[in-house]
């Protein structure tokens, strides 16, 4: 079973196929495959012109944005400078016009001088250098043929990288991990030399060859490495370093950023100096001729390579490694490991890394060391809201650009002139979000309605005037004969759209349309066509808002004031109730703001708003203070579980894995929320058998790799309540 086809967006280009340096732990000159040794030694036109003319088919065929190449060997600079120069002059050619071409160059540095880099300043090319240390590390492997030290030579590299002319080129320095040498010396003497980025790499190495192991250590790996973490994190982080920088990512829910960590499909083709077309360099560490494919740019382009059975073995995310590591709940960081390293003779490469125990012990060590924040609680989660509410707002003004002409300019600029908080309590109106969602859907899809449902803005920038005192004017497009001011109100007007002026007057506003003026001195007040939001007790009916519809389920129509007042009774009864019998939720209950009621449906429902809204069916508010109180609750730990969601990545691949529970296979997102919303039902009154069926979801959650340091953070929290909730029933 082979993955999709991807596109290739990196290739390796050999510019040159010897060394200068006699590195014994070389996986091209040292390992299986020594297929180096046919290869001519420097790449020729031929080969240039090929690659780069099938590299720009390639990306103005998938349509890619950017390409990187990176010059490697051998040593690439023993290609000497001419030839650097027709390379790069002949990728930016044939590349530039259909893609970004960003062009990297990886070297051990002994040779590197100011020709090459004032040719690699003009077009851009980025320098990697190959360093393990401080000189008695470096010395180690890193060697000429005759055992001379590269150390100072690699220092002099540096040190003109480090030049103001020629900084901006410098792209990193890369280590190879060695045992024999002191983490904390290594990485001072990397960190002295203020590198943009560090990358440390394990030695390659497979079970057909395996890595130095001291007697007895079980992941010396993960000891070395975690030695530099704890020294990197000491030093307040100034450096960034790759792997580490990747593991941290992958625990929080982000994207690996190394081909050798991660479940990322790798987009790397490796093109030699004879134009062969190969897969990731370091198979070659594997078996004689592991790597190749038997294309070449001669004959064929990189689609040919994608679609070979090797490179789609690579791509294949959780289903490309083993079962054992399916099963491991650090498979999202690890990702199984290096491909190369999973390599045995009798299996192929469907085995655990190598170096499978460090890797275990280098992402649990990482994650042992990283603080976790404190979940937000329910103030935070609504000004975490409000944050994500105006950079929805930033997204919509520049994603405009222009297209709301004169009208949306001047809405904008009465907009920031309102800016305080009286526009942070518009914004954080649940509803708020949805109008947002909505307007930068109809923009993104090209709807014409984008402009008009963008100018509601100016609705929102009104109500803020109001709430805020301002001595603002502002025109706001009313339809359907309703003019509606979100948190305040609702005006019937006689036409079935038009424009209003609202201007503040006093602690009211005044509208002005093309029948009248009406002056709303009391805006919480009901008066002759003008209708506030419902409420008691803290607790908004929103019957009004034209955005309340965002439940996937229909809205009552707009109720009358008396059955309204009703319902926030029996709603002001069930709350009560509930601070009573469950104080520990009571916070989350009095985020709940803003209830809309729905026209069907038997239970609570939570929609695509911001955080305090939810909408209710009629029937459930008919119901006894008991059922009521307890959809309620329902309901609140659904909408806290939302919001959290909105603002926190609590997992990752989800439904990647279905969860044994006691309702069947789940993935995770429903096996938390199960979970979640059930725990705070059992407190209120659950038996025995909910609360041990409660108790094995939680067992389940705490094994699901799924989860992020948050999202086991609050798994976490979930157990402390269940324990507080099996104690309650005990004392009972």
């Keep these: 079973m082979t993955g999709p086809l991807v596109p290739f967006r990196e290739i390796v280009l050999k510019v040159h196929s010897r060394c200068d340096l006699a590195c014994d732990h070389c996986y091209v000159y040292e390992a299986a495959d020594q297929s180096w040794r046919q290869q001519p030694r420097a790449v020729s036109d031929d080969v240039i012109e090929h690659t780069a003319r099938r590299l720009a088919e390639h990306a103005e065929k998938h349509r890619l944005s950017s390409v990187s190449v990176i010059l490697h060997g051998g040593e690439p600079l023993l290609?000497?400078?001419?030839?650097?120069?027709?390379?790069?002059?002949?990728?930016?050619?044939?590349?530039?016009?259909v893609a970004e071409l960003d062009l990297r160059i990886h070297t051990n540095g002994v040779l590197l001088s100011t020709r090459h880099l004032d040719l690699f300043g003009e077009f851009g090319v980025k320098v990697g250098i190959s360093l393990d240390g401080d000189r008695a590390a470096n010395d180690r492997h890193r060697r000429y043929a005759d055992g001379r030290s590269s150390h100072p030579e690699v220092l002099a590299a540096v040190a003109l990288l480090q030049q103001p002319c020629h900084r901006r080129l410098f792209a990193g320095l890369l280590c190879t991990v060695d045992l024999a040498n002191d983490p904390v010396a290594v990485h001072d003497a990397l960190v002295a030399l203020d590198p943009p980025r560090i990358d440390y790499l394990l030695p390659h190495a497979t079970w057909e060859s395996p890595p130095a192991r001291p007697d007895e250590i079980p992941a010396p790996y993960a000891d070395w490495l975690l030695a530099v973490f704890d020294r990197w994190d000491e030093q307040g982080r100034t450096v960034p370093v790759r792997l580490f920088d990747s593991v941290l990512s992958?625990?929080?829910?982000?994207?690996?950023?190394?081909?050798?960590l991660g479940l990322a499909p790798t987009d790397i083709v490796v093109v030699e100096t004879d134009g062969s077309l190969e897969q990731v360099d370091s198979l070659k560490s594997a078996y004689e001729g592991a790597a190749a494919t038997g294309f070449s740019v001669f004959q064929d382009d990189f689609d040919a390579v994608a679609a070979h059975p090797g490179v789609r073995a690579r791509r294949r995310g959780l289903a490309g490694v083993g079962e054992q590591c399916r099963r491991c709940p650090v498979v999202r960081s690890c990702g199984g490991g290096h491909y190369t390293h999973r390599y045995r003779a009798d299996r192929g490469f469907d085995n655990p890394s190598v170096y499978c125990p460090d890797l275990m012990a280098l992402v649990r060590g990482i994650e042992a060391r990283t603080p976790v924040p404190e979940l937000p609680d329910p103030h935070q989660l609504t000004d975490r809201g409000l944050e994500l509410n105006r950079l929805l707002l930033a997204r919509l003004h520049t994603g405009l650009d222009g297209r709301g002409g004169a009208e949306w300019a001047r809405i904008w600029e009465l907009t920031t002139s309102v800016d305080g908080p009286g526009l942070d309590t518009v914004l954080a109106h649940p509803y708020a979000r949805s109008w947002l969602l909505a307007a930068l859907e109809a923009l993104d899809a090209g709807r014409p309605e984008a402009v008009a449902t963008a100018l509601r803005l100016a609705a929102y920038t009104a109500a803020a005037a109001v709430h805020g005192g301002a001595d603002l004017t502002v025109p706001v497009r009313w339809c359907d004969?309703?003019?509606?001011?979100?948190?305040?109100?609702?005006?019937?007007?006689?036409?079935?759209?038009?424009?209003?002026?609202?201007?503040?007057?006093?602690?009211g506003?005044?509208?002005?349309?093309?029948?009248?003026?009406?002056?709303?001195?009391?805006p919480a007040e009901p008066a002759p066509g003008w209708r506030p939001p419902s409420g008691t007790d803290g607790l908004v009916l929103d019957d009004l808002d034209p955005y309340r519809d965002c439940f996937g389920s229909p809205v009552l129509p707009r109720s009358e004031p008396r059955e309204a007042g009703e319902w926030g009774r029996r709603l002001a009864r069930a709350r009560a109730r509930l601070a009573e019998?469950?104080?520990?939720?009571?916070?989350?209950?009095?985020?709940?703001?803003?209830?809309?009621?729905?026209?069907?449906?038997?239970?609570?429902?939570?929609?695509?708003?911001?955080?305090?809204?939810?909408?209710?069916?009629v029937g459930l508010v008919a119901l006894a203070d008991e059922p009521l109180a307890l959809a309620l609750l329902r309901g609140a730990r659904r909408a806290a579980l939302r919001a959290l969601l909105d603002v926190e990545d609590l997992y990752d691949m989800d439904g990647?894995?279905?969860?044994?529970?006691?309702?069947?296979?789940?993935?995770?997102?429903?096996?938390?929320?199960?979970?979640?919303?059930?725990?705070?039902?059992?407190?209120?009154?659950?038996?025995?058998?909910?609360l041990a069926e409660l108790g094995r979801a939680l067992e389940a959650l705490e094994r699901a790799a799924e989860l992020t340091v948050t999202g086991k953070h609050l798994v976490h929290t979930v157990r402390q309540e269940w324990e507080e909730a099996s104690r309650g029933r005990e004392h009972h």
């Design 79 to 97: 290609a000497g400078p001419e030839r650097l120069r027709r390379v790069c002059e002949v990728l930016t050619a044939a590349v530039a016009p």
């Design 250 to 260: 992958t625990l929080h829910g982000g994207p690996s950023l190394t081909e050798s």
């Design 481 to 507: 004969g309703r003019l509606h001011l979100p948190t305040l109100g609702e005006l019937r007007l006689p036409a079935a759209r038009g424009v209003a002026e609202v201007t503040v007057a006093g602690r």
């Design 509 to 522: 506003l005044r509208i002005r349309h093309a029948d009248g003026e009406r002056h709303i001195a009391r």
């Design 581 to 617: 019998r469950v104080p520990r939720f009571a916070g989350a209950l009095a985020a709940i703001t803003t209830l809309t009621p729905l026209a069907h449906g038997a239970e609570p429902v939570v929609g695509r708003h911001g955080f305090g809204a939810l909408g209710l069916p």
């Design 656 to 690: 990647a894995w279905q969860h044994p529970t006691p309702w069947g296979p789940l993935p995770v997102s429903r096996l938390l929320a199960e979970t979640y919303e059930g725990v705070a039902v059992a407190a209120y009154g659950g038996g025995a058998r909910i």
